[in-house]
């Protein structure tokens, strides 16, 4: 790279077009790599701390990214028309336009996620993830085979004292030349490291297989029931995140307490909350990363049932969720937690929520994102002053209302 070419002023349109070119190439590795770690789910328990700066800074990059694009815009008629003899190279600025094009827009529309109804940032996600899982292969690809070192690396060596002999040409002894076999190798390489992480992505699109009640380490009896087999059957797979490991329960060991701001403490071991009265609902699950799973059934408690069964003091202002992994936190105004549809749940889709979605229970809050649906609950605390939770103390907003549902 010809760190020059950066500060100079009076270039050839040749020169211009390759500051382009390095201009693009660092947003582009700058993006991948805190992409790469946004999508590390590693990085988001290890160091959730720095997990919105990061977020920050590749949301930035993104904004600069778009400049270089802007700049070639003027120049690309002129640059095809140096290419008309070159249809590869042709072919490669088409791929390479089409890739960044799908990720700005896809990207703005992520960015924006709060004024788009959650219908297309899931559309938009997808788009960024296909961008991103087709491109990111495509663009180290070509950064390899197009650089100083890969085209030393493709020149015969001793080509000047080599004995040139005649090769007979047919289908069974096709002539490979050596820079056409190190790309096809380098293909194959790329192909190969980036095939299992593409396989992951697409995973997350698929249905889950069936491979038990309790394949995840819960070991809860009895199993409750669920109160109607109509399931209208969810739209869309969930991905699991957390910020620690995952805590393990069995009948013995999870309890639910209800206290703090209330007249009567409630306190339930897992035998006596499977007995308590559930109600079915029929809702979304929007998470603020930007995928969303439809028609979900959802079955337990409603919230406000058990905070009217506490009879909450005047006083309390605000409900505080505890999860059974000793670090996560959130919390709701009392007239969000008093609203018809957030609901303490043990049964999704009629079986026992798994412990990777949050399971024995978890809180639901379908007209706020996931994060105030806090998984692995065990406690439900009744306070007078705001509390602000674990990702809201990392940047994220208190205000968690989905766009069209508030």
Same mark, same amino acid.
């Given at each position: 790279m010809n760190w020059k070419l950066f500060f100079k002023r009076k270039l050839r349109f040749r020169d211009k077009l390759v500051r382009i070119h390095h201009a693009n190439a660092i947003l582009f590795f700058l993006l991948s790599a805190t992409g790469l770690l %946004?999508?590390?789910t590693y990085f988001r328990s290890a160091f959730s701390g720095l997990r919105v700066s990061v977020k920050d800074a590749h949301i930035w990059i993104g904004f600069v990214s778009i400049l270089p694009v802007l700049f070639y815009l003027p120049k690309i008629l002129k640059h095809l028309r140096t290419l008309r003899r070159k249809q590869n190279h042709r072919l490669n600025v088409y791929a390479v336009l089409t890739i960044l094009g799908l990720l700005i827009v896809s990207g703005l529309m992520l960015t924006f996620y709060r004024q788009l109804p959650p219908i297309v940032n899931s559309v938009a996600l997808v788009v960024h993830d296909l961008a991103t899982w087709v491109g990111l292969p495509y663009v180290i690809f070509h950064s390899i085979t197009r650089s100083k070192w890969f085209e030393n %690396?493709?020149?015969k060596k001793n080509e000047a004292s080599a004995i040139q002999r005649p090769i007979e040409i047919d289908d069974e002894n096709p002539i490979l030349r050596r820079r056409s076999f190190l790309k096809v190798a380098t293909g194959v390489l790329i192909a190969l490291i980036s095939l299992p992480i593409i396989g992951s992505w697409l995973k997350s699109y698929f249905p889950e297989k069936n491979v038990g009640i309790n394949p995840d380490g819960n070991n809860m009896n009895?199993?409750?029931?669920p109160s109607s087999t109509d399931i209208a059957g969810r739209t869309g797979q969930f991905r699991y995140y957390t910020v620690t490991e995952m805590p393990t329960?069995?009948?013995d060991n999870w309890s639910?307490?209800?206290?703090?701001?209330?007249e009567n403490k409630l306190s339930y071991t897992w035998d006596q909350f499977v007995k308590l009265q559930r109600t079915s609902?029929?809702?979304n699950f929007h998470c603020i990363t930007g995928w969303s799973v439809y028609d979900v059934t959802w079955e337990g408690i409603p919230l406000k049932a058990l905070l009217e069964e506490a009879n909450v003091n005047g006083k309390a202002k605000y409900v505080k969720f505890y999860s059974g992994d000793g670090v996560y936190t959130d919390s709701l105004t009392m007239s969000e937690a008093m609203m018809d549809d957030v609901i303490v749940a043990t049964l999704i889709d009629g079986e026992?929520?798994?412990?990777?979605?949050g399971g024995p229970v978890r809180l639901i809050t379908p007209k706020l994102y996931a994060y105030k649906s806090v998984k692995w609950l065990t406690r439900i605390e009744l306070i007078e002053e705001e509390h602000f939770g674990y990702w809201e103390q990392r940047g994220y907003e208190q205000n968690a209302w989905v766009k069209g549902l508030s």
């Amino acid at each position: 790279m010809n760190w020059k070419l950066f500060f100079k002023r009076k270039l050839r349109f040749r020169d211009k077009l390759v500051r382009i070119h390095h201009a693009n190439a660092i947003l582009f590795f700058l993006l991948s790599a805190t992409g790469l770690l %946004l999508y590390s789910t590693y990085f988001r328990s290890a160091f959730s701390g720095l997990r919105v700066s990061v977020k920050d800074a590749h949301i930035w990059i993104g904004f600069v990214s778009i400049l270089p694009v802007l700049f070639y815009l003027p120049k690309i008629l002129k640059h095809l028309r140096t290419l008309r003899r070159k249809q590869n190279h042709r072919l490669n600025v088409y791929a390479v336009l089409t890739i960044l094009g799908l990720l700005i827009v896809s990207g703005l529309m992520l960015t924006f996620y709060r004024q788009l109804p959650p219908i297309v940032n899931s559309v938009a996600l997808v788009v960024h993830d296909l961008a991103t899982w087709v491109g990111l292969p495509y663009v180290i690809f070509h950064s390899i085979t197009r650089s100083k070192w890969f085209e030393n %690396l493709s020149k015969k060596k001793n080509e000047a004292s080599a004995i040139q002999r005649p090769i007979e040409i047919d289908d069974e002894n096709p002539i490979l030349r050596r820079r056409s076999f190190l790309k096809v190798a380098t293909g194959v390489l790329i192909a190969l490291i980036s095939l299992p992480i593409i396989g992951s992505w697409l995973k997350s699109y698929f249905p889950e297989k069936n491979v038990g009640i309790n394949p995840d380490g819960n070991n809860m009896n009895p199993i409750p029931k669920p109160s109607s087999t109509d399931i209208a059957g969810r739209t869309g797979q969930f991905r699991y995140y957390t910020v620690t490991e995952m805590p393990t329960f069995n009948s013995d060991n999870w309890s639910l307490t209800v206290d703090g701001l209330v007249e009567n403490k409630l306190s339930y071991t897992w035998d006596q909350f499977v007995k308590l009265q559930r109600t079915s609902q029929l809702s979304n699950f929007h998470c603020i990363t930007g995928w969303s799973v439809y028609d979900v059934t959802w079955e337990g408690i409603p919230l406000k049932a058990l905070l009217e069964e506490a009879n909450v003091n005047g006083k309390a202002k605000y409900v505080k969720f505890y999860s059974g992994d000793g670090v996560y936190t959130d919390s709701l105004t009392m007239s969000e937690a008093m609203m018809d549809d957030v609901i303490v749940a043990t049964l999704i889709d009629g079986e026992l929520i798994k412990q990777n979605n949050g399971g024995p229970v978890r809180l639901i809050t379908p007209k706020l994102y996931a994060y105030k649906s806090v998984k692995w609950l065990t406690r439900i605390e009744l306070i007078e002053e705001e509390h602000f939770g674990y990702w809201e103390q990392r940047g994220y907003e208190q205000n968690a209302w989905v766009k069209g549902l508030s």
